[in-house]
């Protein structure tokens, strides 16, 4: 007898097929949830390390440019990657690698000293070799005065994302709403590259000594001239941020995502559109 026959007469005469003849269907395999979240993971990280990564302004020391409240993407790969591109700045790539320099009058996000770690964001003004100098609220690059054009006021709907710099410039408007008037000007850089700055009088960064930027590092300005604490203050935690090293850059702002004046509430909904700025979302920067 074959093994087929001793396998009908021990099950009392009822064939059975050999294994591989059954008519049983295999277990289809299926991602646990486990297996889904480590992918979804996986995919969000690759993506925020590697191309665009979301950023928050959290004050207006980049007004008139940028809003406390707006919320952007930042390109990473312009200036190369280094462990400051990954999450949570994990010390897994020596060095920089791909590293390129910033072009002057780049929106960057960096690394402020001397901790190192908290994100800030600013104009790249001076380049490596560059003499920088603020004389009677003039830049001056390389003992050039940057071109400053006066021109129309920043006009800002008081919010709780805007207090108007203390109050010192708020307008009540005939219509019983209050708004910033911010007096605005043009600067455009020996490229041509122009942007406006705010600019609200006399104060003592107008007038700074002239700073050689040394290789490997940058002068970064805030466009809130007289709100910033920016490369004319030394590298004090919470303070200024001196002469930042290239090898602290983030990545390069590229375009608006989302903005909000603040006054949207969890519990309302419909405060969600409202205190939505719509007309910014989506712009280059």
């Not at 007898?1 to 001793?6: A, F, G």
């Not at 952007?72 to 060095?95: E, N, R």
């Not at 002239?210 to 300005?221: C, D, E, K, T």
Request: glycine share 10%; hydrophobic share 40%.
């Amino acid at each position: 007898m074959n093994q087929t026959t001793l396998n009908a007469d021990a099950t009392g005469g009822q064939p059975i097929e050999p294994a591989s003849l059954t008519s049983a269907k295999p277990e289809k395999k299926e991602d646990s949830f486990w297996v889904f979240l480590l992918k979804l993971v996986a995919v969000v990280a690759i993506f925020r390390s590697f191309f665009f990564s979301p950023f928050n302004i959290p004050s207006e020391s980049m007004l008139p440019g940028l809003e406390n409240g707006d919320y952007l993407l930042a390109a990473k790969w312009p200036y190369g990657y280094s462990s400051y591109s990954l999450p949570f700045g994990l010390p897994l790539i020596p060095g920089r690698i791909l590293a390129h320099q910033p072009k002057r009058g780049d929106v960057v996000i960096f690394k402020a000293p001397p901790a190192n770690d908290s994100d800030y964001i600013k104009r790249v003004i001076g380049l490596p070799g560059d003499q920088i100098q603020m004389i009677g609220g003039v830049l001056q690059i390389n003992g050039k005065p940057v071109p400053k054009v006066r021109v129309e006021d920043l006009v800002q709907q008081v919010s709780p994302n805007t207090d108007c710099f203390g109050g010192q410039f708020m307008v009540t408007e005939t219509s019983g709403a209050k708004t910033c008037h911010y007096p605005r000007f043009r600067e455009t850089l020996p490229e041509g590259k122009s942007y406006y700055v705010l600019d609200f009088g006399a104060r003592e960064q107008d007038n700074t000594a002239p700073v050689v930027v040394p290789q490997g590092a940058l002068f970064l300005m805030g466009d809130n001239r007289d709100n910033s604490m920016d490369s004319r203050f030394p590298a004090v935690e919470g303070g200024g941020v001196g002469l930042v090293p290239q090898a602290n850059l983030v990545g390069r702002a590229t375009v608006m995502m989302f903005s909000t004046d603040g006054s949207s509430a969890w519990l309302k909904p419909w405060t969600w559109f409202t205190a939505a700025r719509w007309n910014r979302i989506g712009t280059a920067l």
